[in-house]
Nanobody
Framework: QVQLVESGGGLVQAGGSLRLSCVASGRIFKINAMRWYRQAPGKQRDVVADISSGGSTNYADSVMGRFTISRDNAKNTVYLQMNSLKPEAPAVYSC????????????????WGQGTQVTVSS
């Protein structure tokens, strides 16, 4: 019903920046909360940041002040601007969102993207 496609990952040096994008498409009536998660090999998947449909944001303590989540509702897109990146194990960043589907009977569903890998070298 809905697809989420992330882009913007890659290899960056410590202290550098990356901007991740996640575009949603499909039978979308409305997108409520949108989130970015991060998962390193052997670790649990943790939420990095989230943004409500109205633009309210929350951040994990580890990224506060360095990462910025934003969204463009007209483009069904959520972004994650990552600055002052720290050297750490490669991680897959995935977006997740709550959708009200454009179906005969409107209902909510949650979807995940496939993820994009970010590697920060020292």
């Amino acid at each position: 019903q809905v697809q989420l496609v992330e882009s913007g990952g890659g290899l960056v040096q410590a202290g550098g920046s990356l901007r991740l994008s996640c575009v949603a498409s499909g039978r979308i009536f409305k997108i409520n909360a949108m989130r970015w998660y991060r998962q390193a090999p052997g670790k649990q998947r943790d939420v990095v940041a989230d943004i409500s449909s109205g633009g309210s944001t929350n951040y994990a303590d580890s990224v506060m002040g360095r990462f910025t989540i934003s969204r463009d509702n007209a483009k069904n897109t959520v972004y994650l601007q990552m600055n002052s990146l720290k050297p750490e194990a490669p991680a897959v960043y995935s977006c997740n969102a709550d959708f009200v589907l454009r179906t005969r009977v409107r209902h909510m569903e949650n979807y995940w993207g496939q993820g994009t890998q970010v590697t920060v070298s020292s």
